[in-house]
T-cell receptor, first 115, second 116 residues
Framework: AQSVTQLGSHVSVSEGALVLLRCNYS??????LFWYVQYPNQGLQLLLKYTSAATLVKGINGFEAEFKKSETSFHLTKPSAHMSDAAEYFCAVSERINQGGKLIFGQGTELSVKP | ETGVTQTPRHLVMGMTNKKSLKCEQH?????MYWYKQSAKKPLELMFV???????ENNSVPSRFSPECPNSSHLFLHLHTLQPEDSALYLCASSQDTPRTGPYEQYFGPGTRLTVT
């Protein structure tokens, strides 16, 4: 069965510092992987997705993530945090078989950015 | 993002009321989803519809009743809810079919439901 684990329910960084949000997945087959962001009182917005092309995936707002099969990880990074990055971030996985679009989400990581 | 809209944005209802949540997608997608988002819990997938057919029901209590009249509209009918059903209900859509994808899901802003 698929699963997603996000290490750290809350991460705090200073403005301008590196952002690193961790995601590990469990899947019996090569997965599709996604990162979503949720701002207060809004729905989820796709940041980036991995679908087996390049292992380093670039997304919106300067975020990127690297797929590491050997570590079953898909960590999200941004070189320099901005105050507007404060939000909740969700990692999600879906297997590469007939799943009808079913995504399994991690529990989320709340990112705080200090001035 | 206006591709997926949800109404109402906020809803307060008593345990004996009947209400409905509405979702509409303007993206030409064929799959639609209902999720429940409670505080401190992962998103819970409730229902999946592909081409108007329900393909997934994640053991959701019968007091939640979905309806998908066409690929663009999705409803969630609510009756005799419990206080623990208070949550943010999110609708999403995607371009999935049973034989392709999965493609990313596009989410609406959600309905904040409070059951008193």
């Amino acid at each position: 069965a698929q699963s997603v684990t996000q290490l750290g329910s809350h991460v705090s960084v200073s403005e301008g510092a590196l952002v690193l949000l961790r995601c590990n997945y469990s899947s019996s087959v090569p997965p599709y992987l996604f990162w979503y962001v949720q701002y207060p009182n809004q729905g989820l917005q796709l940041l980036l997705k991995y679908t087996s092309a390049a292992t380093l995936v670039k997304g919106i707002n300067g975020f990127e993530a690297e797929f590491k099969k050997s570590e079953t990880s898909f960590h999200l990074t941004k070189p320099s945090a901005h105050m507007s990055d404060a939000a909740e971030y969700f990692c999600a996985v879906s297997e590469r078989i007939n799943q009808g679009g079913k995504l399994i989400f991690g529990q989320g990581t709340e990112l705080s950015v200090k001035p | 993002e206006t591709g997926v809209t949800q109404t109402p944005r906020h809803l307060v209802m008593g345990m004996t009321n009947k209400k409905s949540l509405k979702c509409e997608q303007h993206l030409g997608h064929n799959a639609m989803y209902w999720y429940k988002q409670s505080a401190k819990k992962p998103l819970e997938l409730m229902f999946v519809y592909n081409f108007k057919e329900q393909t997934e029901n994640n053991s959701v209590p019968s007091r939640f009743s979905p309806e998908c009249p066409n690929s663009s509209h999705l409803f969630l009918h609510l009756h005799t809810l419990q206080p623990e059903d208070s949550a943010l209900y999110l609708c999403a859509s995607s371009q999935d079919t049973p034989r392709t994808g999965p493609y990313e899901q596009y989410f609406g802003p959600g309905t904040r439901l409070t059951v008193t």
